[in-house]
């Protein structure tokens, strides 16, 4: 019953505590542990256990049966429960920023910062599930009425990456749980734990078996891509990982949501506010230590202006604060391992062998504990496919200038990837401006500004960068499938067999 319903979630006044972190028993799971490091220090600071097929199996019944009722209730009951689930993570907070912080190394303001929008979000989907908009029910046909459904899905998997552990799963759980479905959650490996505390939080205030997370390596994906209960796979994470999940899913004629790497151009042209752009393209290259796919990696500057923005970039660079993430006077925090910071700095060190390549500052690995790297310019002449540096996601803070001459050329370079996820323009020139948010082949332009997101707005790529929406109704849209249900008022003969008297 709808009473018996309200009693498996609680109420916005009831406040929730949610532990530091959740023991290994209160998981459930069965798969042997993995430690879990801290990337500041390199010590381990959890032993988390993996799922199990059995894990998965179990979790994936528990959603079928949570998600027949979930789906069945109305947006004002899912929005209510999605407020509580909001006001959970309120209440805890700065534990969830801690968490996040010292498991993925970001600095605890900017860990603050994305527990914030993580909130908001759900909070967004609470409200926007209660106003959706759809076709006019009308008479497409003679003496037949016609009306749209949007239905969930059912159970979705989620697959998200260990640059934004928290914000990645809440982009997919918010409006997943919005449109009615249930989820399965696979996080990271290197980043399980607010994706532990989310679902400690999601087992407070929802139906037991809506939302579950399973953490574990590529075996726990390739089962969650397998199970004949999943309707629907959402991924955030490499391209190259995104193509292998939708020619798996594609097999199953399963749907996919698809959000991959990039390689975003910065484009500064001779009308620019310099010292602006300049500030911005320090923090927009480095944020997250680069491990962004939206990071500003392809700095195209007007060569009227280049010399003026390179020194102001350096500047800044120069001035961006590398250490511990616990700290709010550090701007920069660690890679997430070693391996990864090995495979940045051998980037690093191929584009030192090229003598059209220049290393304005950084490229050396940061001594000591911990996986730091430096935040490193690199200055290249000559065509930008010639440049390994200019065309392949680092994923780390690496970023490269260069300079163009003329509008049409700029536009060319910046098209030239098969990647499209964003893009920004800088100019004082309102024509210029639309022409180019026009041009550029990418799902988000910025113009005069790179990185802000907003849970109104949509966020996701073009070509190799992916398809679906994160954010906005779309992204509501996304996760759900359309139901056309016509209603014959008086029948009409324009079936042409059998005839009316046969």
Same mark, same amino acid.
């Given at each position: 019953?709808?009473?018996?319903?309200?009693?498996?979630?609680?109420? !916005?006044?009831?406040?929730?505590?949610?532990?530091?972190?959740?023991?290994?028993?209160?998981?459930?799971?069965?798969?042997?542990?993995?430690?879990?490091?801290?990337?500041?220090?390199?010590?381990?600071?959890?032993?988390?256990? $993996?799922?199990?097929?059995?894990?998965?199996?179990?979790?994936? &019944?528990? =959603?079928?049966?949570?998600?027949? !009722?979930?789906?069945?209730?109305?947006?004002?009951?899912? $929005?209510?429960?999605?407020?509580?689930?909001?006001?959970?993570?309120?209440?805890?907070?700065?534990?969830?920023?801690?968490?996040?912080?010292?498991?993925?190394?970001?600095?605890?303001?900017?860990?603050?910062?994305?527990?914030?929008?993580?909130?908001?979000?759900?909070?967004?989907?609470?409200?926007?599930?209660?106003?959706?908009?759809?076709?006019?029910?009308?008479?497409?046909?003679?003496?037949?009425?016609?009306?749209?459904?949007?239905?969930?899905?059912?159970?979705?998997?989620?697959?998200?990456?260990?640059?934004?552990?928290?914000?990645?799963?809440?982009?997919?759980?918010?409006?997943?749980?919005?449109?009615?479905? &249930?989820?399965?959650?696979?996080?990271?490996?290197?980043?399980?734990?607010?994706?532990?505390?989310?679902?400690?939080?999601?087992?407070?205030?929802?139906?037991?078996?809506?939302?579950?997370?399973?953490?574990?390596?590529?075996?726990?994906?390739?089962?969650?891509?397998?199970?004949?209960?999943?309707?629907?796979?959402?991924?955030?994470?490499?391209? =190259?990982?995104?193509?292998?999940?939708?020619?798996?899913?594609?097999?199953?004629?399963?749907?996919?949501?698809?959000?991959?790497?990039?390689? &975003?151009?910065?484009?500064?042209?001779?009308?620019?506010?310099?010292?602006?752009?300049?500030?911005?393209?320090?923090?927009?290259?480095?944020?997250?230590?680069?491990?962004?796919?939206?990071?500003?990696?392809?700095?195209?500057?007007?060569?009227?202006?280049?010399?003026?923005?390179?020194?102001?970039?350096?500047?800044?660079?120069?001035?961006?604060?590398?250490?511990?993430?616990?700290?709010?006077?550090?701007?920069?925090?660690?890679?997430?391992? =070693?391996?990864?910071?090995?495979?940045?700095?051998?980037?690093?060190?191929?584009?030192?062998?090229?003598?059209?390549?220049?290393?304005?500052?950084?490229?050396?690995?940061?001594?000591?504990?911990?996986?730091?790297?430096?935040?490193?310019?690199?200055?290249? $002449?000559?065509?930008?496919?010639?440049?390994?540096?200019?065309?392949?996601?680092?994923?780390?803070?690496?970023?490269?200038?260069?300079?163009?001459?003329?509008?049409?050329?700029?536009?060319?370079?910046?098209?030239?990837?098969?990647?499209? !996820?964003?893009?920004?323009?800088?100019?004082?020139? !309102?024509?210029?401006?639309?022409?180019?948010?026009?041009?550029?082949?990418?799902?988000?332009?910025?113009?005069?500004?790179?990185?802000?997101?907003?849970?109104?707005?949509?966020?996701?790529?073009?070509?190799?960068?992916?398809?679906?929406?994160?954010?906005?109704?779309?992204?509501?849209?996304?996760?759900?499938?359309?139901?056309?249900?016509?209603?014959?008022?008086?029948?009409?003969?324009?079936?042409?067999?059998?005839?009316?008297?046969?």
């Amino acid at each position: 019953s709808e009473m018996a319903f309200r009693k498996v979630f609680r109420t !916005l006044s009831t406040r929730i505590t949610l532990p530091l972190l959740p023991s290994a028993e209160s998981t459930g799971l069965r798969g042997p542990s993995q430690s879990i490091l801290n990337p500041a220090t390199g010590q381990a600071i959890y032993a988390c256990p $993996s799922a199990t097929q059995e894990d998965i199996n179990d979790a994936l &019944a528990a =959603a079928q049966s949570a998600q027949e !009722l979930w789906g069945s209730r109305t947006p004002a009951l899912r $929005s209510e429960a999605l407020f509580a689930l909001a006001e959970c993570v309120s209440d805890n907070k700065e534990t969830f920023a801690s968490v996040e912080s010292t498991n993925s190394g970001k600095p605890i303001s900017i860990a603050r910062a994305e527990v914030g929008f993580c909130i908001d979000n759900i909070k967004y989907f609470a409200s926007i599930i209660r106003r959706q908009d759809g076709a006019a029910a009308s008479e497409y046909m003679e003496g037949c009425t016609s009306v749209l459904r949007r239905e969930p899905l059912g159970v979705l998997a989620a697959i998200v990456p260990f640059n934004y552990p928290l914000m990645m799963a809440v982009w997919k759980i918010a409006p997943a749980l919005a449109a009615g479905n &249930a989820i399965a959650l696979k996080p990271a490996p290197e980043t399980p734990l607010t994706a532990l505390l989310l679902a400690a939080a999601c087992r407070a205030v929802l139906p037991p078996g809506l939302v579950s997370v399973l953490p574990g390596g590529v075996e726990v994906g390739r089962h969650l891509l397998e199970a004949p209960a999943v309707r629907m796979v959402a991924f955030t994470g490499s391209t =190259a990982t995104g193509r292998a999940i939708a020619a798996a899913a594609g097999a199953a004629c399963k749907r996919v949501h698809l959000e991959l790497g990039g390689k &975003a151009p910065f484009i500064v042209h001779d009308d620019a506010d310099l010292p602006r752009a300049a500030r911005v393209a320090a923090y927009a290259s480095f944020i997250n230590s680069g491990q962004d796919c939206t990071a500003a990696t392809r700095l195209y500057v007007h060569r009227s202006r280049a010399e003026e923005f390179v020194a102001r970039l350096l500047k800044y660079t120069r001035n961006i604060v590398v250490g511990d993430p616990a700290s709010s006077a550090t701007h920069m925090g660690p890679l997430i391992s =070693a391996a990864h910071r090995t495979k940045v700095h051998q980037f690093v060190e191929r584009a030192k062998q090229d003598p059209r390549v220049n290393v304005l500052c950084g490229g050396t690995p940061i001594s000591g504990p911990g996986f730091f790297y430096p935040p490193t310019v690199l200055r290249v $002449s000559g065509p930008d496919s010639s440049h390994e540096c200019m065309t392949t996601e680092i994923f780390g803070p690496v970023t490269v200038v260069t300079e163009f001459d003329s509008d049409e050329e700029v536009l060319t370079r910046a098209n030239a990837l098969p990647y499209g !996820l964003a893009a920004s323009v800088w100019t004082t020139n !309102l024509h210029r401006a639309l022409h180019f948010t026009r041009r550029l082949a990418s799902g988000v332009v910025w113009v005069n500004d790179h990185s802000p997101c907003v849970s109104e707005m949509p966020h996701g790529g073009y070509n190799l960068s992916g398809f679906g929406k994160d954010l906005s109704p779309q992204s509501l849209d996304d996760f759900t499938q359309t139901k056309h249900v016509m209603f014959v008022e008086r029948h009409t003969d324009w079936h042409p067999f059998p005839p009316a008297d046969f």
